[in-house]
């Protein structure tokens, strides 16, 4: 096992390149969640605003 | 109006493209990790080290892939970009922008895993090489790209002026896919070619071809989470995003409305 890891003394490039490669996707998949919730919470505060102008004469 | 127009017209309705991509998005997501995760398992556990590279050359599964979408999305970006000046369609307006960020990731992802693979078989984590630096200049382009758009607050003029950055930019990408051919460069030439026989064993080709198929996939699940946002801002004022909005404050929103109410 830990001869695997080791990939033949090159163990820490290939598996900082494997970590960079995942954790650089990772983010770039959260980060659309992140701003569909922030725009989802703030579009709603937007249209609850205009309700309430529109419902006091 | 034949099939193919209607097809155009009908994906090229926000709503309709919003809803389509929201189906598609967790099927691209599973086959993306499935094709990934055996793409990894088999490129760095099974396949056979490398006579002259020995392991390292294992890096080879995230850079290449890497690279060539970060060649694919500059291209797919400029498409997109090139429909939307001609055409003013504004769902290309929105594909090209969102194929931006997950071009740059891919970019960034080429440069520094190909820093770690130079560092213990050049000796040296960068050199000005033609690939290198015309793959540099790529990402300067990408960063480009982004922060013209971001600059200008009209979304729609900012997807316009930054699609044009991007068409001039393009002539970029045959300079990076040559340059090994063009100039005597320390990076090593293409051994995978579409037209004639590649120059990598069956063994290594098939967990390369995983990984580029795996990163083809994720290229368009983050491509349609991006639009889907963008599509979202961009027609707020529009009928079919004040229902969505109402829809989401029902089952996901809760604890924000009691809090906005307070």
Not at chain 2, 25 to 41: E, F, I
Not at chain 2, 92 to 114: D, H, K, N, W
Not at chain 2, 191 to 216: C, E, K, Q
Request: hydrophobic content about 50%; overall charge positive; proline content about 4%.
């Amino acid at each position: 096992m830990s001869d695997v890891l080791a990939m033949g003394g090159y163990g820490n490039y290939v598996w900082i390149s494997c970590a960079l490669f995942l954790f650089v996707l990772l983010l770039d998949a959260i980060a659309p969640l992140l701003r569909r919730r922030q725009l989802l919470t703030r579009l709603r505060g937007q249209f609850r605003r205009q309700q309430g102008r529109r419902n006091t004469p | 109006m034949n099939f193919l127009t209607l097809w155009f017209h009908k994906m090229g309705s926000p709503p309709t493209f919003y809803r389509v991509a929201g189906h598609l998005l967790p099927w691209l997501y599973v086959v993306t990790l499935a094709l990934g995760a055996w793409g990894m398992y088999d490129g760095l556990f099974q396949a056979p080290a490398d006579y002259q590279q020995g392991d390292s050359y294992r890096i080879m599964f995230v850079h290449v892939p890497c690279a060539w979408m970060s060649l694919f999305a500059y291209g797919f970006m400029a498409l997109n970009g090139f429909i939307a000046l001609v055409w003013r369609i504004k769902l290309s307006e929105v594909l090209a922008m969102a194929s931006a960020p997950v071009g740059a990731a891919f970019t960034f992802i080429t440069l520094v895993t190909g820093s770690l693979w130079g560092k213990p078989m050049w000796g040296t984590w960068w050199t000005w090489d033609a690939r290198l630096t015309s793959e540099l200049v790529l990402l300067f382009l990408y960063l480009g790209v982004l922060g013209l758009y971001n600059a200008i607050e009209d979304k729609r003029q900012a997807a316009r002026a930054a699609a044009f950055l991007a068409l001039i930019g393009v002539v970029n990408v045959p300079i990076v896919h040559f340059s090994v051919q063009w100039w005597n460069t320390l990076h090593q030439g293409s051994t995978v070619r579409l037209f004639g026989p590649s120059h990598i064993d069956a063994s290594m080709l098939t967990p390369l071809l995983l990984m580029a198929a795996a990163t083809h996939l994720y290229f368009f699940a983050s491509l349609l989470a991006r639009s889907r946002v963008a599509l979202i801002e961009l027609e707020s004022g529009k009928d079919w995003v004040r229902q969505l909005v109402q829809s989401s404050a029902s089952n996901a929103g809760e604890i924000f409305e009691e809090r906005g109410n307070v």
